[in-house]
């Protein structure tokens, strides 16, 4: 068998030879299967019989060396994927990445023992079953929601889309999965914003660019205090260009109702996507919050490129849609009702569309208001 001596030879070793001739018998009939490639029926039923009763009998070492072996062949029948899961310790990880095929049993088998490492590379696979992603997402792991996040064959949708967008808001290294994925609503990532790299905060935004949202319960405080919209930029101008942030925070936690710490990250972001927000929807005009902007970012080589971008979001993102975002670091809103068909955004992303549908054009316009607001800037600063 598998260019070895006949079945019945392999047979009398075992029962004549001991423990130690069985080890050696059992890490040479792996290894001969394992190099054989695809195995004819007849052969994968003798190796079966064989390897059967070769594991029992052979030591510790010997079955894991053994079934580590076994795990590289090209084709395993359910006993022996079962035998390998059974006997090689310490690599099962490993087998359960790099294993072509997977059969479901053994998937269900490593998920229904609470096993997290090797469930949580289980969801790192390509070839999963409704069954075992199902299994997979009732599993409360971080790991595991981890390994589907950034599980580029799953589509996030329904159950699953839901069940992520929660696990976002718990684990920030979900969320930064999510963040990088194109398939995913950046939208849903709302609370977990402010553990977003500054990249990914600016994506949050621009999903909310061309698009209806529910009323947001924050929106009557901001309606009353929109009359007094041109004093709230000037005073905040007023408190960045003097570096005065803690009364920035003090400031914003009056306007907003969001919590001091809350405040204080928003006035201490020098990249200005949270202060964006805040200043959208509360109606201001690209010019106006600009100057604000100007002033409350920090002064590098991308800072005209930044503004630049934050130039085209005034247009493209509604105040209302910003409010909302608002609620949602509030924990007001579900937003999962961004799934309804009518707060879709208007201008679906598709294969045709070119994937930097927002982002600035270059605009004479808008680089010589930023070039004017920072000399203005400058001159106060000084």
């Known amino acids: 068998m598998l260019g070895f001596q006949p079945y019945e030879t392999f047979q009398l070793l075992i029962e004549t030879g001991g423990v130690d001739r069985t080890n050696t018998l059992l890490i040479a009939a792996c ?135 929660r696990s976002a808001q718990m684990d920030h290294l979900v969320a930064e999965s999510l963040a990088k994925r194109s398939d995913f609503d950046a939208a849903l990532l709302a609370p977990a914003f402010f553990d977003l790299s500054d990249v990914d905060r600016v994506k949050v935004i621009q999903a909310f660019a061309h698009r209806e949202t529910p009323k947001a319960p924050i929106s009557k405080t901001i309606e009353q205090l929109t009359v007094a919209n041109q004093e709230l930029t000037k005073a905040l101008m007023k408190l960045f260009s003097e570096n005065r942030r803690p009364e920035v925070t003090r400031l914003l936690s009056q306007i907003t109702g969001l919590d001091e710490v809350r405040c204080g990250q928003i006035a201490h972001d020098v990249t200005g996507a ?33 503004l630049a971008d934050f130039a085209t979001l005034f247009g493209n993102v509604s105040p209302e849609s910003m409010a909302y975002l608002m609620s949602a670091w509030r924990g007001e809103v579900n937003l999962l009702e961004l799934n309804k068909p009518e707060y879709k955004p208007f201008t679906e992303t598709s294969r045709r569309t070119p994937s930097n549908t927002l982002a600035p054009a270059h605009n004479p316009v808008v680089d010589q208001a930023i070039e004017a607001l920072a000399r203005i800037g400058a001159r106060r600063a000084g």
């Not at 202060?275 to 800072?303: M, N, P, Q, W």
């Open 31 to 165: 290894d001969a299967y394992a190099r054989r490639g695809k195995p004819t029926p007849p052969e994968m039923e003798q190796f079966e019989a064989l390897a059967g009763r070769l594991f029992p009998i052979a030591g510790p070492q010997a079955r894991a060396k053994g079934a580590a072996i076994l795990g590289r062949a090209e084709m395993l029948s359910p006993a022996l994927e079962q035998l390998v899961v059974d006997n090689i310790g310490e690599d099962l990880n490993g087998f359960l990445a790099g294993a072509t095929e997977l059969s479901e049993p053994t998937m269900l088998e490593i998920i229904a023992r609470y096993d997290v490492p090797g469930a949580a590379t289980i969801a790192a696979r390509s070839d999963l079953s409704n069954v075992v992603l199902a299994k997979l997402f009732q599993m409360n792991s971080r790991k595991v929601y981890r390994a589907l996040a950034s599980n580029l064959a799953i589509v996030p949708r329904g159950a699953y889309l839901s069940a992520l967008a």
């Open 274 to 306: 949270s202060l964006f927000v805040i200043l959208r929807a509360f109606g201001c005009s690209a010019y106006d919050g600009l100057k604000v902007l100007i002033h409350a970012t920090s002064h590098d080589s991308e800072r005209s490129r930044a």
